[in-house]
């Protein structure tokens, strides 16, 4: 004996839509606070001047400083030196 279940129909909402908000929010955020490439730049060349500064510790200020995951400040951390290398 086969159970068919009935379907139902699920309305997206179009892409123009959702186009045009992103754009507007986009401009927002550019008015608004640095993205975090910058902050955490800022942070990498402010403690970088110091050669004793261990990559964990660059790190650890990252993840304090610019409220970024564990994962994603070592990310940052390797964009940043491949950047300035």
């Known amino acids: 004996m086969e159970c068919h279940?009935?379907?139902r129909q699920v309305n997206l909402p179009s892409?123009?839509?959702q186009t045009t908000t992103a754009d507007s929010?986009?401009?927002k955020a550019k008015t608004q606070a640095p993205v975090k490439m910058e902050i955490v730049?800022?942070?990498?060349l402010r403690m970088?001047?110091?050669?004793?500064?261990?990559r964990?510790?660059?790190?650890?200020?990252f993840v304090k400083e610019a409220k970024l995951s564990k994962a994603g400040a070592s990310t940052y951390y390797q964009l940043i030196k491949a950047k300035q290398t």
């Open 5 to 7: 279940r009935p379907t």
């Open 15 to 17: 892409k123009t839509n």
């Open 25 to 27: 929010n986009d401009k």
């Open 41 to 44: 730049t800022e942070i990498y």
């Open 48 to 54: 970088h001047k110091n050669k004793n500064v261990t």
């Open 56 to 61: 964990k510790e660059i790190i650890d200020e």
